[in-house]
């Protein structure tokens, strides 16, 4: 199962606190929509991408390319995949490795965000985020 969301800057700041499994001030894990985080399968949570930080990564790729000036433009999507009921556990990774590739392919690895696979919630899935350009035809430009 799968499901895309668009969402603009500051909701994609807010969404990454939750993939990554930041913590607020009482030292809870931030949740995002009512998810049910099991803390003592937090470490089994993996990221596929090599971006050390989601928003400085989002902050450098918006700066190469052009992104209207306005707050309610959606700079970010997000794809959520779940993994197929009857899927092995030892197939999951393989099957979330593979599902990146597909999107570096499609949407070009330099817009990939971040791939973050979560183990410690109800279902495994993997959150996989990027940046959506497309190319302007008229001007030959980059749009985000």
């Not at 949570?45 to 790729?61: C, E, K, S, V």
């Not at 190319?135 to 030959?140: G, I, Q």
């Amino acid at each position: 199962m799968a499901h895309l969301a668009k969402y603009t800057l500051n909701s994609a700041q807010m969404l990454f606190h939750h993939n990554l499994r930041h913590q607020d001030r009482t030292g809870e894990y931030v949740s995002y929509h009512g998810s049910k985080i099991d803390i003592t399968k937090t470490h089994l949570n993996y990221r596929l991408d090599p971006n050390a930080d989601p928003n400085d990564f989002i902050t450098q790729r918006l700066s190469e390319i052009k992104v209207q000036k306005r707050a309610d433009v959606k700079v970010y999507c997000s794809w959520v995949l779940t993994v197929p009921q009857n899927l092995p556990t030892k197939k999951h990774r393989e099957f979330f490795e593979s599902a990146y590739r597909f999107f570096c392919a499609d949407y070009g690895e330099k817009n990939i965000v971040m791939a973050s696979v979560h183990l410690d919630e109800t279902t495994p899935h993997m959150h996989l985020g990027f940046v959506p350009v497309v190319r302007e035809t008229k001007n030959k430009k980059r749009l985000g």
